[in-house]
């Protein structure tokens, strides 16, 4: 990689912004091009960053030799499709979460990335921020011992800004509903500071948005391979307070000197290593752009060569979890072993 590293985001949407935003940023990279389906939104992206070229038809970025990697952030039927022809034009590829809609579109995409000698990253943003990365190292340097259980809570109302996105009400092409969607945050996260997932059991409940196809509120059970338990709960429909967490959602994770749990931008840590199991440490955190960490990620990647943090085959690991609790959902929430 030369001293900058000439980019294209394709997917004009809110996702495709928030890179150009975070590559704009970076010295080390700048958006040469972008790319949308509707014209409008590629013109007024290229116009509002002052980038040179946009287009409609993303094999155009695959034929310009000057460009070196891509940001793909589109519908997620579509990840698996345009990532392979990424690989097979030689461009690195940073594509947005879901990797894919199923392990054979993951599996593609992983074969023709290392066909092709480039990075293959996944956009999975919940391992770069700065409130998990402390909740991990809480926990790997013994704050609360042993974890046995860890909840996440992911509450929002998102109806309009789910029918401006009308494929995401599509089954097919969204290839599921929150927990296709949330899930591989919130699972990803877990398996970050838990570790992996053996089993899952996930229950659907009625709906509130019923124009979505796909699931709009769901509650999972995890069993990790380590005998913890994991509880994920997410909706598309609580019309609530959403608490102010950097993360995203609240963490609670208990273990058996303590407890870790996050408000309001702050870690309430409960441990007996401090002296008193009633003592409260809080930790405040400052929040970094999870965009700009990620992509500053992916360009150190390209020109040290190392897999990245999010690499295929890692997430490849968070969509067969994903994948299983859709499983366990047809069958009524029966336990499902993870295949990976």
Sequence with gaps: MGSQLNVAVIGCGWAGEQHVRA?????????????????????????????????TDYRRVFED???????????????????????EAGKHILCEKPMANSLEEADAMILA?????????????????????KIKELVEQGYIGEVFLARIYRDHEMHDYLRKRPWFLDLEKSGGGIWMAGGVHDVDALRMIVGEVERISLFQAKKAFPE???????????????GAVGVITESFSTKTF?????SGCPWIVNGTRGSITTFQGELEVYSDKLGDPETCMKVRVDEKDTFTEEIK??????????KPLTSGEEERKTLAVVLAGYESLKRGGAPIQVKY
């Design 23 to 55: 590559y704009t940023a970076i010295r080390e990279a700048g958006v040469s091009a972008v790319v949308d389906i509707d014209e409008r939104k590629a013109r007024t992206l290229a116009e509002r960053w002052d980038i040179p070229a946009w287009y």
């Design 65 to 87: 030799p000057k460009i070196g990697a891509v940001s793909i952030c589109l519908p997620h039927h579509l990840h698996s499709r345009v990532s392979v022809e990424a690989a």
């Design 113 to 133: 990335a290392e066909r092709a000698g480039v990075t293959l990253m996944i956009a999975e943003n919940v391992r770069f921020h700065s409130i998990n990365i």
């Design 212 to 226: 979505m196809e796909g699931e709009d509120t769901i509650a999972a059970v995890l069993q990790f391979e380590n």
């Design 242 to 246: 959403r608490e102010t967490c950097p």
């Design 297 to 306: 990620h992916f360009l150190n990647c390209i020109k040290s060569g190392r």
